[in-house]
């Protein structure tokens, strides 16, 4: 597939919309078009050896679930490996695409796979996502009417206000009188310039109607997941899913206060990688997630609720083998998809 088709429809399987402000996601490098791609190669973590690895496989484009270019390079040289990974991925022709927390928040991405470590289990999203392109454009939707004799004015005065859209004007009859109602959308910055504008004239200040436009919540979409199990289950069982679904020898857990490892566990919220700021806050039996500061984890704990902790990477990796084969067929089987060898947690129980 061309470079640019495939972004395209990897954007489609999760929109990059979805990932987080603070993110770095989609395309980070990019070789000189026509870019041609037989080989997408997954991995959780770019590293230096990872980046060996795809170049022995001839890979076209990596994946890399966490972006390697995070913080901003302000040059690319051989001196720091996340330079270095620059460097050879042009070299070598090689595209570089990260999803990171978009892949967190589809219904079909890394947390949804995490919750099959608890068995049987209903999830919703703990921090629901918005849908990010409805409504228009602003913050807010502005309304108001005005007759002949103060629209002209009224009018030119709005359009000289930066952060003003979807401005439409439709004959109106008020108190048997013909005026013209005036609708607008703006941004929060602009709804002070709007609103001082029109207190100048109380005819129209006491005509105005000021509506918040509020993003409808997409279904199954969003940071974290609050799962019920079908049945209660032991913690002490509930460790043992876990690291057999993660394929790990040991876990970290800490018991919540006035429970054992044998009180059962009816609801758990869990989010892969590092979750306190999603878990935060959240009433359920168990905290599931890769890492959390050791504060986060007095405070749950304090609560009653029991953490369950795996190493960062441990919580997302495995997602890869299931995301191989949800990409065969979303790109119709177009592009040869390997998944790294070498990619692993930096961190092992000695």
């Not at 959390?292 to 009653?304: K, P, Q, T, W």
Request: with cysteine; glycine share 4%; proline share 6%.
């Amino acid at each position: 597939m061309n470079l640019r088709e495939l972004v395209s429809a990897l954007n489609d399987f999760a929109s990059p919309a979805l990932a987080e402000s603070w993110d770095n996601v989609g395309l980070l490098v990019e070789p000189s078009p026509p870019h041609t791609v037989n080989t997408l190669f997954l991995t959780n973590d770019l590293t230096e050896e990872v980046m060996e690895e795809a170049v022995q496989k001839k890979a076209d484009l990596v994946l890399s679930y966490h972006p390697p270019i995070f913080t901003p390079l302000k040059r690319v040289t051989w001196k720091t490996w996340k330079e270095r990974l620059v460097v050879r991925a042009l070299e070598n022709r090689i595209g570089i695409y990260s999803p990171h927390t978009a892949y967190d928040a589809i219904p079909h991405g890394v947390n949804n796979w995490l919750t099959k470590a608890l068995g049987a289990c209903t999830s919703v999203p703990l921090h629901p996502s918005t849908a990010p392109s409805s409504p228009a454009q602003g913050t807010h939707r502005v309304e108001f009417c005005a007759d002949a004799e103060h629209l002209d004015a009224v009018l030119s005065k709005i359009k000289d206000i930066p952060e003003i859209s979807c401005l439409t004007t439709l004959p109106a009859r008020v108190e048997g009188e013909e005026q013209t109602r005036v609708s607008l959308n703006c941004s929060q910055k602009a709804l002070l310039e709007v609103v001082a504008l029109l207190s100048q004239n109380s005819l129209l200040h006491h005509k105005t109607e000021i509506l918040l436009l509020q993003k409808p919540l997409l279904p199954r979409t969003g940071m974290g997941r609050l799962c019920t199990l079908s049945e209660p289950v032991s913690l002490s069982d509930i460790i043992e899913r876990v690291k057999g679904h993660l394929q790990l020898p040991h876990v970290r857990v800490a018991v919540g206060a006035g429970r054992t490892l044998e009180s059962p566990v009816k609801k758990a919220a869990l989010c892969a990688g590092s979750g306190s700021s999603v878990l935060k806050g959240t009433e359920a039996d168990l905290y599931l997630t890769g890492e959390m500061s050791h504060h986060d984890v007095l405070d749950a704990v304090a609560n009653g609720i029991s953490v369950i902790l795996c190493e960062h990477s441990n919580t997302e990796r495995g997602f890869l083998s299931e995301l191989r084969d949800a990409l065969a067929v979303h790109l119709q089987n177009k592009v040869n998809i390997i998944v790294s060898e070498k990619d692993r947690d930096p961190l092992q129980v000695a």
